[in-house]
């Protein structure tokens, strides 16, 4: 990369008579001409990611800092008189849906500014996750059309690249888009399209398109085998070409990451080009395989744990199902030979009551296994793959995700970055963990600090104002849960707890309150029923007060409409809280926690996922824990009674009235099922998630949270631990330890 070269182009950019359009291609083509001049020389080993999903949000911004332009850029066009805020309209890019797509953005950025080679592969959907929209307090779905307004300057189509995919009954052809990731070495995520007929191009039309249906599990089973077949295929080609087909080499120059169980058809797909392309026998071909993949688990979801049934994969992908099928019986002779227990091969299984597990194919033929927080790995030992950690120990283990300090604190809170420089000169922007020596005790330094804080909080307000129309309380705390909706994810915990609070405010109950917004982001899947009613209760929550003139200079609630990773860029770096209050053991990791804190918020949380080694870097007395733990909720199993325990407590029975009372009379009955959830045995036993167990434990938190949020240089003091300490939660650290533990690049 040339940056005086690249500056010359864009000093030669004329700006007159021209859309905002036609500037954003051309300046982004100019970077990408210099992304793409560097010649690259091939590295011994890779890494590949297979991910389904990939959350890139806007790609501008961040390539002109990755290129370090971005702050001469603006001059240049501000001198011009073109603002390159402009660009801030720009789509995301958001072919994914939370954290596991986002973790891998992350990881392909860690990866290129630490000089790995790691690529990605995937999909590239025409639409990516759904706009939202409320109406009447209720989500509204619009198709995310992200090509259409601004282009995709920032990818090129291979059309010399493209490769074939066979299912039964019609053949696909995988073009690929790739998209260079600029940093230390220039990487690549080269997502397909599906070409062809019309029925082969809805294979990357739609992520997560609904699966309720027979067609619409069959159309998943298509894009999953769709990308990993096009990829595999591709890199076993390439192999062949250059090394010829002696397989025994080939985990020497390739690693597989499997990022959750989406891509796992990838291992039926390397099995069936050995076996019957290159004729290797099938026990080779499974010893090589072992050497080359890898599993990430993200979830312990049993809903969200892939099982296929072996009819429907066996009508589009006869060969695939019949490899799957020699693969289940080549593992359960061998686990038999072993002598293992009847029961511990039933439950490692790779078919099991007609259904493929895809996890239990990913831990057969992985050589290794990582969980995503030190407790999600613990359980993923004891619980989820207990037998196959009894008989495999070494396969296991954890890395923490991380976060890029990048997007999550250079691009987003450009003034803290700055109070880093000024402190510790420009070297931390390469060692994050030097920013740990800020001294947390010295005044001016906090004086600074929460002048950054007050900041960016008005920059959120103002943010807020443009896009929904709301002005924020000022002077107040803000309070932000933000995150994918989910009844384990226990937004509507904090629902109760805002009525709490506003029932108290009433009352009178509470004298000294200092005013507090609490700020949700969060999509709800299209076929979610129940989440999407905890979204329509948190609106009319927030109509609630904001039309009481007793409380509504006291309290507010605003949820924020299409939450996306530009949306997050503002609010973690203008929250002074971070609600992560997920029933323990539930959330694998969270990486939402990772990013507010990064930016100074304090933690109002449960002992779950990463949260327990954020407070243990950033100090107990730094943030506010509350609630049952793992083991307390494992010993509620078939104890706890939710509708007794309404009942011995009047102050949660009367917030959970308001669903049924006729407080909120014109949602229609829509929040009954709410309550049925709670109260009654529905799809899952009766408050399976804990809400009410855990509720009042956090209306306590908070108000704790409104005492000492008074003394402002206590609480200022809290933030700055928090931020200074993050350094662990970046995912250089995460991918210095994927090359070094796993991948061996
Ligand atoms: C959920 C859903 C629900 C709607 C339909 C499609 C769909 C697809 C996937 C999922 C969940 C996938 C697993 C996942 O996203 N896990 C998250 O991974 C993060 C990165 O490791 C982690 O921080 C979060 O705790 C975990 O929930």
Known sequence: ??????????????????????????????????????KRKAPVKCAYYFSVEYLMGRMFYNNLLALGV?????????????????????????????????????????????????YGFGIRYQYGLFRQKFVGGEQVEEADDWLKTWGDPWSVRREEEKIEVRFADMTVTAV??????????????RLFQAEGSAEAEKISEYLYPADDTEEGKLLRIRQEYFFSAAAVGQLVRKYVKRYGNDFGHFSEFHVFQLNDTHAVFAVAEFLRLLTKEYRLSFPRAVEIAKRTFNYTNHTILPEALECWNVKLVEKILPEIAQILTRLHIFAEREWNTCGYPKEEIAEMSIVRGGKFSM?????????????????????????LFSAAYRHARGKFSNITNGVTQRRWLLLCNEELARFYDERLGRSWRDDLSLIWNIDCGNPETLAAFAKIKAEKKRQLASYIEKREGVKLLEN?????????LHEYKRQLMTAFAILRIYFDLKNGKLPDFTPTVFLFGAKAAGSYKRAKEIILFLNKIAELIANDEDVNARLQVVFVQNYDVSYAEKIVAGSDVSLQVSTAGFEASGTGNMKLMMNGAVTVGTMDGANIEIVEKAG??????????????????????PVAFAA??????????????????????????????????TYNRADHYYVLYDLLPLVDAL????????????????????????????????????????WGI
């Open 703 to 742: 108000l704790k949270v409104n005492r000492e949020y008074k003394d402002r240089t206590l609480f200022t003091r809290k933030q700055l631990e928090n931020a200074t300490r993050s350094a662990f939660f970046s995912s250089d650290r995460a991918i210095r330890t994927y090359a070094e533990k796993i």
């Open 176 to 189: 690929p888009y790739d998209m260079p990731i600029y940093g230390k070495s220039v990487n690549i995520l």
């Open 648 to 681: 011995a407590h009047p102050r949660i029975k009367r917030v959970t009235d308001t669903l049924t009372d006729g407080t909120f009379e014109d949602a229609d009955g829509k929040l009954s099922d709410l309550a049925a959830s709670l109260f009654e045995e």
């Open 476 to 484: 107040a705390i803000y309070i932000a849960q933000v995150k994918r």
């Open 620 to 641: 107990r007395e730094n943030n506010y824990i509350f609630g049952a733990s793992v083991e307390e909720i494992n010993s509620l199993d078939g104890v706890y009674d």
């Open 1 to 38: 990369m040339n940056r005086e070269r690249l500056l010359n182009a864009l000093e030669n950019i004329d700006v007159r008579g021209k859309t905002e359009r036609e500037l954003y291609t051309e300046i982004s083509s100019a970077c990408m001409e210099e992304i793409l001049s560097g």
């Open 70 to 118: 971005l702050d001469e850029a603006r001059e240049i066009f501000s001198a011009k008189g073109f603002d390159l805020n402009a660009f801030e309209n720009v789509e995301d890019a958001a072919l994914g849906n939370g954290g596991l797509g986002r973790l891998a953005a992350c990881y392909l950025d860690s990866a290129a500014n630490l000089g790995y080679p790691l």
């Open 359 to 383: 996890a239990n194919v990913a831990v057969y033929m992985s050589e290794h296994i990582n969980g995503v927080a030190e407790i999600h790995t613990k359980i993923l030992k004891e619980r």
